[in-house]
């Protein structure tokens, strides 16, 4: 423990989770979607927050590009700060359950061992992790930013699936091949199985 640690303790709070969940009518949770650049999954996380805002629950989007632009600008993407992304990520997934929120994560998070400390800061009950699996090839033709090509040219370091490596996930909760798989089946395959695990 850190002498900064050992000054600070936790505050109690007169509302807990439980209250927060039955003042909001549903479970909270994380949905943590994982996978290749242009795989898809920032496209169907905010199509799965729309099913879920249309049908009354009360949910919010977290997305990579996003959260670098703000609370993780300071982060390059660096081993080490790829790790530490995922942990601040983590941290606001579960803070956001604790208020009653479902969370819909999307973000590359290449390594097992950040998906998997996740995990354990989110919670296993609270962690659904959707393997959002395309090919290399698919990415690149999808890829608007032009990302790969860049990446391809050495113009872009530590870039997944070209100059880092993604680590596959062992067993998701949820696995979507979408190289033929339409954003609407997609979001639908999401919502079945949140229905099967009791989450909606």
């Given at each position: 423990?850190?002498?900064?640690?050992?000054?600070?303790?936790?505050?109690?709070?007169?509302?807990?989770?439980q209250q927060r969940e039955k003042n909001n009518n549903q479970q909270s949770f994380t949905l943590w979607l994982t996978g290749l650049?242009?795989?898809?999954?920032?496209?169907?996380?905010?199509?799965?927050?729309?099913?879920?805002?249309?049908?009354?629950?009360?949910?919010?989007?977290?997305?990579?590009?996003?959260?670098?632009?703000?609370?993780?600008?300071?982060?390059?993407?660096?081993?080490?700060?790829?790790?530490?992304?995922?942990?601040?990520?983590?941290?606001?997934?579960?803070?956001?359950?604790?208020?009653?929120?479902?969370?819909?994560?999307?973000?590359?998070?290449?390594?097992?061992?950040?998906?998997?400390?996740?995990?354990?800061?989110?919670?296993?009950?609270?962690?659904?992790?959707?393997?959002?699996?395309?090919?290399?090839?698919?990415?690149?033709?999808?890829?608007?930013?032009?990302?790969?090509?860049?990446?391809?040219?050495?113009?872009?370091?530590?870039?997944?699936?070209?100059?880092?490596?993604?680590?596959?996930?062992?067993?998701?909760?949820?696995?979507?091949?979408?190289?033929?798989?339409?954003?609407?089946?997609?979001?639908?395959?999401?919502?079945?199985?949140?229905?099967?695990?009791?989450?909606?």
């Amino acid at each position: 423990m850190s002498a900064t640690e050992q000054n600070i303790y936790s505050q109690s709070l007169k509302v807990n989770r439980q209250q927060r969940e039955k003042n909001n009518n549903q479970q909270s949770f994380t949905l943590w979607l994982t996978g290749l650049s242009a795989a898809g999954k920032s496209t169907i996380a905010t199509e799965v927050d729309l099913w879920l805002f249309e049908n009354g629950y009360r949910s919010y989007v977290l997305d990579g590009d996003n959260t670098r632009l703000g609370i993780n600008r300071d982060l390059s993407f660096s081993d080490s700060d790829r790790k530490e992304n995922i942990r601040r990520i983590a941290e606001v997934c579960r803070l956001f359950n604790d208020a009653g929120v479902i969370i819909v994560a999307a973000y590359v998070s290449p390594f097992e061992e950040d998906r998997t400390s996740a995990k354990m800061t989110i919670g296993e009950n609270d962690f659904i992790e959707v393997f959002i699996d395309a090919s290399i090839e698919t990415c690149k033709a999808r890829d608007k930013k032009g990302l790969y090509a860049k990446a391809e040219k050495g113009e872009i370091e530590n870039f997944t699936g070209i100059s880092s490596k993604y680590e596959v996930p062992a067993s998701p909760d949820i696995h979507i091949i979408t190289d033929n798989c339409s954003v609407e089946e997609a979001v639908q395959t999401i919502i079945n199985r949140l229905k099967e695990l009791d989450k909606l």
